[in-house]
Every structure is written in structure tokens, then in C-alpha cells.
């Protein structure tokens, strides 16, 4: 099985400033892993995902993550943050060789500030 | 390019009653999944269908069912409503293919008084 800890639950940030969203996973098998955002009152849309190769992913909207193996983590980074960045924002992993099921994070809210 | 559609938006349900939440995607996803949100804690897994034909438990079952009607519809049903099923209800999609994504639809926020 397994679990993700997402340990901010909440981040504010003024607008400009660099961002670092936190996401430590736990499983007994490979994982893929994912990140996730999710605006007000709307569905969840891919931001980026890490399935083989190269730890540094690059996602849509000028956000990246990296994936430390040893460290078991997957942190989302933005060099700069704007207003319309505010959302929660959700890590996600599916286990390899199990299936299609998708265990999610409890989430940060990132908040940015003008 | 609907992607995955849920109706209703919006639902409030006395306690006892019974109602069904409708899915469908239009991209010939094999898998289908229905998922709540509820404050800090994320999205919990409540049933979902590897494939047409088949369901099976999440984390959260207690008190749902599911039908997966064919290939692009996906419902899930509440028999008997109760306070504690009040949430945000979301259900995916995604191809029967690791390391793919799941796509999302708009949600479906519930209220049982």
C-alpha cells in the first residue's frame, strides 16, 4: 500500500517569490507520482508527473518537481509565483504493477499574496 | 471535447434519502473511479472500475454502490444518506495503462441535512 504527507497545509507566498511545496510518499513498490491543482470550485487538472528517467520533471504553468528516491519525496518548486497560482495544490502516487489506483495527499493550499 | 461530465452540481438530500450520482468521459478511458474530497484530507478512493464489467472497493465504501453501466458511465448511488457522506464528490477517469493519468470532472458538492 501505499500513503503521501503532505506536511504544509497551507502556504502563503507573496506574488514574485519563489514557491517549494512539500510531498513525501511511503510504498513498498516503485511509484509513479503526480501533482495535481485544483482552482476554487473546479475539478483537478495534471500539473506534471514522474514515472522513469530524469528526477527533474517540468510541468505546465512554469512549475517543476524532482524526485528524490533516497529521501522518498517529490516536491513542487516555482521560480515565481503570480496571483493566479493561488489553489490547492495535490501529490499523488499509483503504485507499480498495481493497477490504476491513485492515493492522494491531503493537500496545501498555497495562497499568494499581492 | 467534454472530457468527464458529473451531474448534478449540486445536491441537498435529507438523511435517509437515496440518490444516484451520474458519470460519464467521452475519451474511451478503460478505468473509472469515484473519489470524495472532504477538508484536509484529500481525495479518498470510494469504489472504482478497472475496466467494464468489473468494480471493486476503495478506502471508503461504507454505504455507496456503483454501476458501470458500459464503458463511458459510471455511477454511484446513496441508499440511505447520512450527515457524514456530506462532501465533494469527484469521479475520474483514466486509461487501464500505468503511469497514466487520471482526468477529473467538475464535482459533485453534496449536502445531507
Known amino acids: 500500500a501505499q500513503s503521501v504527507t503532505q506536511l504544509d497545509s497551507q502556504v502563503p507566498v507573496f506574488e514574485e517569490a519563489p514557491v517549494e511545496l512539500r510531498c513525501n510518499y511511503s510504498?513498498?513498490?516503485?511509484?509513479?507520482l503526480f501533482w495535481y491543482v485544483q482552482y476554487p470550485n473546479q475539478g483537478l487538472q495534471l500539473l506534471l508527473k514522474y514515472l522513469s528517467g530524469s528526477t527533474l520533471v517540468k510541468g505546465i504553468n512554469g512549475f517543476e518537481a524532482e524526485f528524490n528516491k533516497s529521501q522518498t519525496s517529490f516536491h513542487l518548486r516555482k521560480p515565481s509565483v503570480h496571483i493566479s497560482d493561488t489553489a490547492e495544490y495535490f501529490c499523488?502516487?499509483?503504485?507499480?504493477?498495481?493497477?490504476?489506483?491513485?492515493?492522494f495527499g491531503p493537500g496545501t493550499r498555497l495562497s499568494v499574496l499581492p | 471535447n467534454a472530457g468527464v461530465t458529473q451531474t448534478p452540481k449540486f445536491q441537498v438530500l435529507k438523511t435517509g434519502q437515496s440518490m444516484t450520482l451520474q458519470c460519464a468521459q467521452d475519451m474511451n478511458h478503460n478505468s473509472m473511479y469515484w473519489y470524495r474530497q472532504d477538508p484536509g484530507m484529500g481525495l479518498r478512493l470510494i469504489y472504482y472500475s478497472a475496466s467494464e464489467g468489473t468494480t471493486d472497493k476503495g478506502e471508503v465504501p461504507n454505504g455507496y454502490n456503483v454501476s458501470r453501466l458500459n464503458k463511458r458511465e459510471f455511477s454511484l448511488r446513496l441508499e440511505s444518506a447520512a450527515p457524514s457522506q456530506t462532501s465533494v464528490y469527484f469521479c475520474?477517469?483514466?486509461?487501464?495503462?500505468?503511469?497514466?493519468?487520471?482526468?477529473f470532472g467538475q464535482g459533485t458538492r453534496l449536502t445531507v441535512v
Open positions: 475520474a477517469s483514466s486509461y487501464f495503462r500505468q503511469g497514466t493519468e487520471a482526468f
Open positions: 510504498s513498498s513498490v516503485s511509484v509513479y
Open positions: 499523488a502516487v499509483s503504485g507499480v504493477g498495481y493497477g490504476q489506483n491513485f492515493v
